[in-house]
């Protein structure tokens, strides 16, 4: 597994990493038979055995930094399974439960109830339209969850959330459809900050964010392109899309190691690094 690894002198002393355990469903069925996002085209060919063998490296980069991988089985004719942040929202041993925007997703949601009951969680039943962690993310160190809304998610989930979890939310309108997800505009590096997109929010949101996180490693529209933004950190490691190298330096500036992987043929279907991937927080 390939490092990027930034000087000694860039890496605040205090930067650790924290044992995490991650959700992912393995692209047994993956396709782009339909498309609900500008990533998605029905005519570009999919491989689907290199798509397997790409999910394969992102496990095992997470296990060879130390972190527990647990799987979802897949079901044919859920060809975007493998995009397990969007079953479910999971802060505080619970599991609040997604509800798909199309129609083609929506039988993913029960799948992602069954196994969340059968596992042991703690499951809330949603009432509003949201995509779990794909518009949903969480910043222990603040005890504030960061949601999204725009193109998926019912801004009224964000109000369902904090009902869920007794945490405050902090809504965020997304305004470029190419990132229909929080999640391709906005990860947590830390438990206290986050990197983002600014172009891909409404104003308002865009001035949140910059009173919020002053302090926050801000992407370009190419490092958005490349997915860079849809990424896993685990406070100190930042697994990242390879084709994202630009970002990745200045995540590197920033005083993180990064883990490049390459997930082209995941990212056909709209997604990359983070998308593959849901934590499960107890």
């Given amino acids: 597994m390939e490092k990027h690894r930034s000087s000694p002198a860039a890496a605040p002393a205090t930067r650790s990493p924290g044992r995490r355990t991650y959700l992912m469903c393995r692209p047994a069925y993956y396709a782009v038979e339909y498309a609900i996002n500008p990533w998605m085209d029905t005519t570009a060919p999919v491989d ?43 802060v505080d041993g619970i599991a609040y439960g997604a509800s798909f925007r199309y129609p083609e997703r929506r039988p993913e949601a ?47 989930a964000h109000a369902e959330a904090a009902d869920v979890f007794g945490r405050p939310v902090v ?30 929010f409404a104003p308002g949101s865009r001035l ?11 992407a370009d529209a190419e490092d958005a392109a490349g997915f860079g933004l849809n990424f896993v950190s685990d406070g100190r490691n930042v697994v990242v899309n390879a084709e994202a190298a630009g970002f990745a330096r200045k995540l590197n500036d920033a005083g993180y190691e990064t883990v490049p992987v390459d997930l082209s043929e995941l990212k056909k279907g709209g997604g990359s690094v983070k998308c593959c991937t849901a934590e499960l927080r107890p």
């Avoid at 969340?116 to 009432?127: C, F, I, L, N, Q």
């Fill in 171 to 200: 809504s965020l309108r997304l305004i470029d459809p190419s990132y229909y997800h929080l999640d391709t505009a906005l990860a947590p590096l830390d438990d206290d900050n986050i990197a983002y997109f600014p172009e891909a």
């Fill in 208 to 218: 949140l964010l910059e009173r919020l996180f002053p302090d926050a490693v801000i």
């Fill in 48 to 90: 689907a055995a290199l798509a397997c063998a790409q999910w394969e490296a992102l496990v095992d980069a997470y296990t060879a930094l130390g972190h527990e991988v647990v799987t979802i089985e897949p079901e044919p004719g859920l060809p975007d399974m493998v995009y397990a942040a969007n079953g479910a929202f999971v």
């Fill in 110 to 156: 029960d799948a992602h109830e069954k196994w969340y009951r059968t596992s042991g969680w703690k499951y809330a039943e949603p009432e509003f339209i949201n995509e779990g962690e794909g518009d949903f993310t969480y910043l222990p160190g603040r005890e504030l969850i960061l949601a999204g809304w725009g193109f998926r998610t019912d801004a009224r």
